[in-house]
């Protein structure tokens, strides 16, 4: 069985069968849904989605595009939605330099202001960047005690070794099947098995043979297959290891 460490069916791409695509995921062969929220009324749909499903986990948090949307009494509520059981994570949080959504300063206080929500409430974090490496690991660097992932991972080796040796993980999602992408697919050879997790990034993000469509949960076994033949390891195996991954990662039984 699979764990998509990262679909989002709380997005508007979903609502014509959202509940149809969800309660077919385990026929294909998903047993484990992460569900990372982007903004506060999305964290609250995530947390309804995992009440109603007891396999589908949630993250709570304010990506990096509505960052400037923030406001200061949000991290008290955060903070009280964590105290639903089936909150695991931070997520997703971030910098995103390449849409620019939010104001760069914005986006970096914001970030460094839910790390510490995450410190302080012993969760997890899953973390968004793109185009904005340098700034990303400067911030996280202070955050070495806490447990994060850098999802959706296509950055350079040299980058993946900077985050393994803070004891993170990386989690791939269609990248690493795309014929134009170098990186993903080298990090996801050379890493640590201990340390890998993958995942859709539904709706956005279909894998190879799909590419442009809308993503969700079931063509989670493109990318394993893909791990699993990059690292000539059985998808079987690679299936394993990406299931107790995340499974450590994100505190569950
Ligand atoms: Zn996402």
């Not at 993503?215 to 290891?241: M, T």
């Amino acid at each position: 069985m699979l764990f998509d460490t990262h679909a989002h069916y709380d997005e508007e791409q979903f609502d014509s069968d959202r509940y149809e695509v969800i309660e077919s995921l385990k026929d294909s062969g998903v047993s484990l849904v992460m569900n990372p929220a982007s903004n506060m009324a999305s964290s609250f749909e995530s947390v309804k989605l995992s009440e109603k499903y007891d396999f589908i986990y949630c993250a709570v948090g304010v990506h990096p595009h509505d960052s400037k949307e923030m406001k200061d009494d949000d991290f008290e509520t955060l903070k009280s939605l964590t105290e639903n059981k089936k909150v695991r994570a931070i997520g997703e949080i971030g910098l995103d330099y390449h849409y620019d959504f939010s104001p760069r300063e914005i986006q970096r206080q914001r970030f460094y202001d839910q790390l510490c929500l995450a410190r302080e409430l012993d969760l997890p974090v899953i973390i968004h960047e793109r185009e904005a490496c340098k700034d990303c690991l400067d911030i996280v660097s202070a955050f070495k005690d806490l447990k994060g992932v850098f999802h959706c991972y296509s950055g350079s080796w040299e980058t993946a070794k900077i985050i393994l040796n803070m004891g993170w993980y990386l989690s791939f999602t269609g990248v690493v099947t795309f014929k134009n992408g170098r990186n993903a697919p080298e990090v996801a050879t050379k890493m640590p098995e201990d340390r890998i997790m993958i995942e859709t990034d539904s709706p956005y993000m279909a894998p190879a043979p799909l590419r442009g469509s809308r993503n969700d949960s079931r063509n989670l076994r493109y990318i394993c297959a893909k791990v699993a033949q990059l690292r000539g390891i059985s998808e079987e195996r690679a299936a394993e290891i990406t299931m107790t991954n995340g499974k450590n990662f994100f505190g569950i039984e």
